[in-house]
């Protein structure tokens, strides 16, 4: 299996804590940001340890993802997730770091595809388009809700 890495910084200019507060909100990610998540379900709560399963969109397709996240409180999240109909298995991380201007964003998502056929197919898509679009769908939204 080949593993793919995207990795991107941004700087949102709003605090941490606004930040933090709405990237974490699994359940409300659809309606932040629709354009990739349709859907999030918390299964599993202990503590700061999430299981959750999504409707994300990619591709301009819906699929079901199952979600295993931990929190760290102030600092981001790190989750696996899986996502058996179109064979893929990743792991997220984002990480939040205060800066005199705001926030940085660390965003590190390595993507493993099992599938060959796709994988031949999806890795020069996913390295190309899946970090524009993401920057889109989120940043972009996240920058419009907590920026003045």
């Known amino acids: 299996m080949k593993e ?3 990795h991107k910084q941004w700087l ?3 605090p941490i804590e606004d930040v933090f507060g709405m990237m974490t909100d699994f359940e409300k990610l ?3 940001f629709p ?12 503590g700061n ?21 931990r929190i760290l409180p102030g ?15 990743g792991h997220e991380e984002m ?3 205060k800066c ?12 493993l595809i099992h599938k060959t056929w796709l994988r031949i197919v999806a890795t020069p898509l996913i390295r190309w388009y899946s970090m524009k679009y993401w920057e889109k769908a989120v940043i972009d939204e996240l920058k419009k809700a907590l920026e003045k």
């Open 30 to 32: 659809p309606e932040h």
């Open 100 to 111: 005199p201007e705001g926030t940085i964003i660390d965003y590190t998502y390595r993507v």
């Open 4 to 6: 793919i890495t995207l």
């Open 35 to 46: 354009k990739v998540a349709e859907s999030v379900k918390v299964k599993k709560r202990e």
């Open 49 to 69: 340890y999430l299981e959750m399963e999504a409707i994300v969109k990619s591709f301009g397709k819906e699929f079901p993802v199952e979600m295993k996240t």
């Open 12 to 14: 949102i200019k709003a």
């Open 75 to 89: 600092e981001g999240f790190i989750s696996d997730n899986d996502n058996q109909k179109f064979g893929t298995s």
């Open 95 to 97: 990480m939040f770091s």
